[in-house]
């Protein structure tokens, strides 16, 4: 079974830049769609952007395009975000999440999902 373990977030002020990662251990992205969401205090838990198993497909929300890009590493196993401009209401505990088949944005769909990292923008 796919265990998906988050790194980085943090703490950053209005207009910076933080980078998340995401590793694989007990077994290989290769074959998974991923994506990244994110839920803040009193609210649902939102898509953000996902990639699908080749690279050659992405899809990012329209809060984040242009701003936010994901991509992964299949031979590291890892899959990141990179986050851009940030902005005070980018705050939320951002997660990874992995499943089969086509890339979409609907959380219900996807099978494994990471432990959560905070990410709190300064204004």
């Known amino acids: 079974q796919v265990q998906l373990v988050q790194s980085g977030g943090g703490l950053v002020q209005a207009g910076g830049s933080l980078r998340l990662s995401c590793a694989a251990s007990?077994?290989?992205?290769?074959?998974?769609?991923m994506g990244w969401f994110r839920q803040a205090p009193s609210k649902e838990r939102e898509f953000v952007a996902a990639?699908?198993?080749?690279?050659?497909?992405?899809y990012h929300a329209d809060s984040v395009k242009g701003r936010f890009t994901i991509s992964r590493d299949n031979a590291k196993n890892t899959l990141y975000l990179q986050m851009n401009s940030l902005k005070a209401e980018d705050t939320a505990v951002y997660f990874c999440?992995?499943?089969?088949?086509?890339?979409?944005?609907?959380?219900?769909?996807?099978?494994?999902w990471g432990q959560g990292t905070q990410v709190t923008v300064s204004s």
């Open positions: 999440a992995a499943k089969i088949g086509y890339l979409n944005d609907y959380p219900n769909d996807y099978e494994y």
């Open positions: 007990g077994g290989t992205l290769t074959s998974y769609t």
């Open positions: 990639i699908n198993w080749s690279a050659d497909s992405t």
